[in-house]
């Protein structure tokens, strides 16, 4: 009787996957207009040579996870302009639990060496080693929740210590391929210093334009607000 049955359809619809050599170029540039409750309005200037962030699209890389060598980001305002970031290299490994089978632990792990600036009220930026350890996991189809604990030390800078301590958590939010969310908290303490835990929270957007441009939305709350809008070129 099964034989008698007629033929089924058995067509296996396979996602589309584009071949890296044909995605997006590595290389990034950014252009923005900022607003800092300090600084009021700037312009900003950011060169990525290489790799991806965590709100790339396209093939390639790994999603939700971070490679870059030599970015760094320059702000330009009224009467001056300083760089609030060099990073020597950032890495970002994120597991989502793909599997769920047992080795599929949903580890994520960052390491970062940087000239970073300490809050976006102060221009002063310090070498810093920083790293963090967590785990990921999947609250439905289109959102990643990582939590970690970490720290790293510095150059000491007035009140601030050489070392810190710091814990967070990271949402990503895939819309789709062409547009993408992150949300950060973090509360980091610095060791043996005058200066008070800092909470600090961002959020960004970005939406693909093309495979390669993009625009992204940009907000950090670290006791000093600011916001930004930009554009941005893969070369």
Partial sequence: MRFLLPVGNNQLKQAKRIAPHEGRSPSYTSFSWVNNQLYGDQLALKVRPAYYDSLDSGSGHIVNSSLSMAEFDIRIGKDSWYMTQFNL??????HSQTTGLAEDSGTTWNLRAAWVQLNSANEKTVFSIQGDYGTSFKTMDKLLISAFIG???????KEYSNIFVRAGLTMHYNVNDRL?????????????ALIAGQNIYSLNGRYQLSLNQDIRLYY??????EFGLSYGYYW
């Fill in 180 to 192: 993408r969310f992150r949300f950060d908290a973090t509360h980091k303490e610095n060791i043996n």
């Fill in 220 to 225: 950090q709350d670290d006791a000093n607000r």
């Fill in 89 to 94: 290299f950032k890495v970002e490994s994120v």
């Fill in 151 to 157: 720290g790293g030390v510095q150059d000491k800078y």
